[in-house]
């Protein structure tokens, strides 16, 4: 009987998980923590309605769609679900229902200690590893008091059933928490692939026609700075000092034309092998009289011997803008860190400031094209330093805080096996 409710109790579990995927796409209901909310809060209220009643105890899932409603719908989310199970709890009454609001508050505490954590994670298989662990949460709770109510009744003669009964419970409890987290990483999973794929498009469409204007405005510029270099050499009156500030801003013009083209389609011409953590180096090097300039602290952490193959250039270029916008984001007396190190994950570079940091909103449009946080800039060198990473197998994630700073996360694939072999049989 026990089992049979439990199962009930699974599929209770799972209809919110397949409504949010139906309205995901919905900004209104999708993304709001107060639809997750009510529909997570629904669900525990019927895992209780439906429980099974032993022992003077009430034997239902309702703490799994409380854990699913802090991980994946927020703080928010996870007190409309609180609420509502304490609210059920008081509606059906018992002897326990002292036990029943000890038991939802505590079994609520560390899902939301743990938010924070559960956010920083980015692989699929470890954020659901961490939300079976702290899906187990509220089975340690249920334990303890069953273990204190076995202590404090007559349900002390009922050892061995009780028993299988906290074994059944926790391994349905598991089962549930770690499908229904499978779920929910798929729609999260997918939405990310429909942005992306969205994005790509978007970016696509820009870069061919940005490379076309380019290309039209290049030629007449080419034209003309070839005039103006002509006169220069030869006229050395009074227009001698306007003729070089032209030709200043007609090379700056260049500038942000190859910015457009590279956007366009980033062109790797000499693929070689790098040493990361000299270019890394290099970069730091390169951007310390700026830094120094500004008052910042450049504090690098890099691992040796991290290689991989590209054209040494343009990773370079992206590299420098990056640090570069992290250094102009932070205050005087602040602090720029930079990190590489590889794993079996891959090859990871950290570049972290203490500046002002950013709004969601403004990490979301990070990449778009022609969109700043600087007074001065036009977004060009963002956007085509994520280009560059993008056609390098590479990916990057920018987390931020206000007041706390902002975190570029830079990571590329680890070097496949064959390559390694032919690397160790080239160098024997």
């Known amino acids: 009987m026990l089992a049979e409710k439990l199962l009930l109790h699974v599929l209770i579990i799972l209809a919110p998980v397949l409504i949010y995927y139906v309205v995901s796409e919905n900004k209104r209901f999708g993304q709001s923590p107060y639809f997750i909310g ?10 209780l309605l439906f429980a099974f009643y032993d022992y003077g105890l009430y034997w239902d899932l309702r703490y799994i769609p409380l854990v699913l409603a802090i991980l994946y719908g927020g703080p928010k989310a996870g007190v409309i679900v609180l609420a509502a199970i304490l609210g059920t709890r008081t509606y059906l ?9 000890v038991s939802g508050l505590v079994a609520a505490a560390i899902p939301f200690l743990m938010l924070k954590r559960f956010n920083k994670i980015q ?3 470890k954020r659901i590893g961490f939300a079976v662990l702290v899906g187990l949460w509220p089975n340690f709770v249920m334990l303890a008091i069953l273990i204190a109510y076995l202590f404090s009744s007559a349900a002390a003669n009922e050892g061995p059933n009780l028993l299988l009964y906290i074994l059944l419970f926790g391994l349905i409890q598991v089962v549930g928490v ?10 999260l999973e997918r939405e990310l692939m429909k942005q992306e794929i969205r994005r790509a498009e978007k970016l696509n469409t820009l870069g061919e026609l940005a490379a ?9 510029l080419t034209v003309v700075k070839g005039f103006l270099q002509l006169m220069h050499r030869e006229d050395k009156g009074k227009n001698y000092q306007y003729i070089g500030l032209i030709l200043s801003e007609l090379a700056r013009a260049e500038s942000i034309i190859n910015d457009y083209l ?18 890394l180096s290099d970069v730091k090097m390169l ?11 450049l504090e690098s952490y890099l691992e040796k011997n991290v290689v991989m193959e590209t054209d040494k250039n343009q990773f370079k270029q992206a590299l420098v803008n990056i640090l570069k916008n992290a250094i102009e984001a932070t205050p005087q007396d602040g602090r720029v860190y930079i990190k590489l190190f590889s794993n079996t994950s891959g090859i990871q570079i950290l570049i972290k400031d203490t500046g002002k940091g950013m709004t969601k909103e403004q990490v979301s449009r990070i990449g778009t094209l022609f969109y700043t946080t600087k007074d001065k800039g036009t977004g060009l060198g963002t956007t085509v330093s994520m280009r560059i990473i993008d056609t390098m197998n590479g990916k990057v994630v920018y987390s931020s805080e206000l007041g706390k700073g902002t975190e570029v996360k830079i990571s590329f ?11 160790e049989s080239i160098v024997g």
């Open 178 to 187: 770690g499908f229904a987290s499978t779920l929910h990483e798929a729609v």
């Open 212 to 220: 076309s204007i380019a290309h039209e405005v290049r030629n007449p």
């Open 38 to 47: 009510i529909l997570q809060g629904l669900s525990a209220s019927l895992c």
């Open 123 to 125: 692989i699929k298989k």
């Open 93 to 101: 009454g018992g002897d326990a229902l002292a036990f029943g609001y």
């Open 262 to 279: 590279n956007f366009a389609k980033p062109e790797f011409k000499k693929i070689e092998k790098v040493d990361l953590g000299e270019l």
């Open 413 to 423: 694939p680890p070097v496949r096996q064959e390559e390694q072999v032919r690397e």
């Open 287 to 297: 951007l310390n009289p700026l830094a120094v300039k500004e008052g910042i602290h």
